[in-house]
């Protein structure tokens, strides 16, 4: 008689038999998974493997650590390291309680202006990662408007970890905050509104009830801040000086002493700690009900109106706003001025000299986003499908490849890909389709989590009777589940878009004379301290995303209004 162990090994191997078996007899299918497999094992493992042997071999291919032990002996390796691992901690901090208070402020008080503060939260998601990185130097940099004009401080020193943390903290506090939102939303208040009912003060509520129940999502956005914080680019590298860190470190490797391997290995090195707190988020995420309707009455949140807790949550989020509006305010006015701490003269010079100078970049910022959008969305769409509706062998390894590119670090993903496409017989370096590739998949996982998310909340049993009545996987996909998942599209669409449109890290090697983004010529500008050519450059990309925020909006109502009408 077989033990249970050998049982379940045999029911497992049957039903995997089966499973074969029955995807066999779905040619579709079969042909969509295998594509999907070559895909994501091409663009988002090779690169990250190629770019480990590349780091362990020498130039005959042969192993060879000497690479290691140079960076390990002759470079500032773990000094750079620690540095990032304590601004990344400091910034997943203080950026989650930020995100926290504006979150329990929005959600569960009854805070005027609700509106106002969701839309000023979000502003940094929808603009270049630099943008307040370029405002503190504009205001309280060496030539800083408040710095030397206001208050008379001259060679103000804004470089290295207190200035640096400052702009994280406001650059990834609404990652924090949205994250946060949805879990305070979908709370169930009924135990709130009990602990009220037998007497317990508002402070006893939230320190007893409402924050252990938060701290599943507290934790989440920490480790994703933490993560976001570690693979930064943009910001270090205006804003770092001798607060030295790994990805300007491996990006001064490669770019100032033209050394791959070196600089190759310094970003591998951010994949450790990335891995290990997206694992551990991931961890938490999963322990975390998806079931939104359980049948059961739930309690209306009884929104705090005590001026005495209103108030001073009013006071933090109106002085958070107001130094938003003053980063953003200050980068829109020095686009309109002619030099900025000389003449404050009005003009419209930078204006004439990005679109004279940089109109090929903005064509191709453009024209790539738009390809890579689609593709991203879509792409992230049918997985979902597959991973969530479909049962196959390999099923783990292809969730797993989906999500490669977003817990591996841009500036790595950015150097696999060189690696990786640089010699034939795939040979992309310097053409639009490895820039396309990389904004593809650097976003892929955002569509595959909301499509996922989505499809979950949803019973099978509307896509299995279309399957009943005849309609084929393809049919069902783009007729049943595809629908199902508009909001997810959007979501989709919109993330791959902004993210696409500001990337800089994942795409700054990628770069050729025959294809420039917009990121990569402000960077250069502030660089080369022309701050009105790099202000207005961050002004004319803000309004591109905003612009097509509202037609991405306007396209997807539409296509899917246009379907509904066709089955009515």
């Not at 938060?214 to 994703?224: A, E, V």
């Not at 904004?439 to 955002?446: D, E, G, K, Y």
Request: proline content about 3%; glycine content about 6%.
């Amino acid at each position: 008689m077989d033990s249970p162990g050998k049982a379940r090994k045999k029911r497992q191997k049957s039903e995997k038999r089966k499973e074969f078996l029955l995807l066999m007899k779905q040619p579709g299918l079969l042909f969509a998974i295998i594509v999907v497999f070559a895909i994501l094992i091409l663009f988002c493992i090779y690169p990250i493997v190629r770019l480990f042997i590349s780091c362990l071999t020498d130039k005959t291919g042969q192993l060879n650590l000497d690479n290691i032990n140079y960076v390990f002996t002759k470079t500032d390796f773990f000094q750079a390291f620690w540095n990032s691992i304590k601004l990344g901690l400091f910034v997943g901090l203080m950026a989650t309680v930020v995100g926290y208070l504006y979150a329990f402020a929005i959600t569960r008080t009854k805070l005027p202006g609700k509106k106002f503060f969701n839309i000023m939260a979000i502003l940094p998601i929808l603009s270049p990662p630099f943008v307040i990185s370029l405002a503190v130097m504009l205001l309280f940099g060496r030539s800083g408007l408040i710095t030397k004009n206001l208050l008379h401080i001259r060679g103000n020193n804004i470089y290295g970890f207190t200035w640096l943390s400052i702009v994280q903290i406001l650059s990834l506090f609404p990652l924090a905050y949205l994250n946060l939102k949805g879990m305070l939303e979908t709370l169930d208040s009924s135990v709130e509104n009990a602990s009220r009912t037998l007497g317990a003060s508002r402070l006893k509520v939230f320190l007893t009830v409402t924050l252990p129940l938060s701290l599943p999502g507290f934790l989440s956005s920490f480790l994703i801040i933490f993560a976001k914080s570690l693979c930064d680019f943009g910001n270090p590298q205006v804003l770092a000086g001798d607060y030295n860190v790994l990805s300007v470190s491996a990006y001064l490797q490669i770019v100032g002493l033209f050394d791959l391997k070196t600089g190759s290995f310094i970003a591998l090195s951010i994949l450790l700690p990335c891995m290990l707190a997206y694992l551990i988020q991931n961890y938490w995420v999963s322990k975390r009900s998806f079931v939104t309707v359980t049948g059961k009455a739930t309690g209306t949140v009884e929104l705090i109106g005590e001026k005495r807790i209103v108030v001073p949550l009013f006071i933090i989020l109106l002085l958070m706003t107001l130094f938003t509006i003053l980063m953003y305010g200050t980068v829109v006015y020095v686009s309109f001025v002619k030099t900025w701490g000389v003449d404050w003269s009005m003009t419209l010079d930078s204006y004439q000299f990005i679109f004279k100078r940089g109109a090929r970049a903005i064509k191709d910022t453009l024209l790539l986003s738009s390809i890579a959008t689609p593709l991203s969305a879509l792409l992230g769409m049918l997985i979902a499908f597959l991973l969530v509706r479909k049962n196959f062998l390999g099923k783990r390894l292809m969730s797993a490849a989906s999500i490669i590119p977003f817990a591996v670090p841009g500036i790595a993903l950015g150097i696999g890909y060189v690696a990786a496409f640089n010699t034939r017989p795939i040979q992309l370096t310097g053409t639009a389709l490895i820039i396309i590739v990389a904004m593809v998949f650097r976003t892929l996982s955002i569509g595959v989590e909301t499509g996922s998310n989505s499809l979950r909340q949803v019973d099978p049993s509307i896509e299995e009777a279309a399957i009943i009545l005849g309609a084929g996987n393809a049919k069902t996909f783009f007729s049943v589940s595809l629908p199902i998942m508009k909001s997810a599209l959007f979501s989709g669409l919109l993330n791959s878009f902004i993210r696409s449109m500001t990337s800089v890290s994942a795409v700054i090697f990628l770069v050729s004379v025959n294809w420039n983004l917009l990121t990569v010529n402000i960077l250069s500008e502030i660089e080369s301290n022309r701050l009105g050519a790099a202000s207005a450059y961050c002004v004319a990309l803000m309004v591109m995303v905003i612009l097509a925020v509202g037609v991405l909006e306007f396209i997807v109502n539409g296509l899917f209004a246009r379907r509904r009408r066709s089955y009515e």
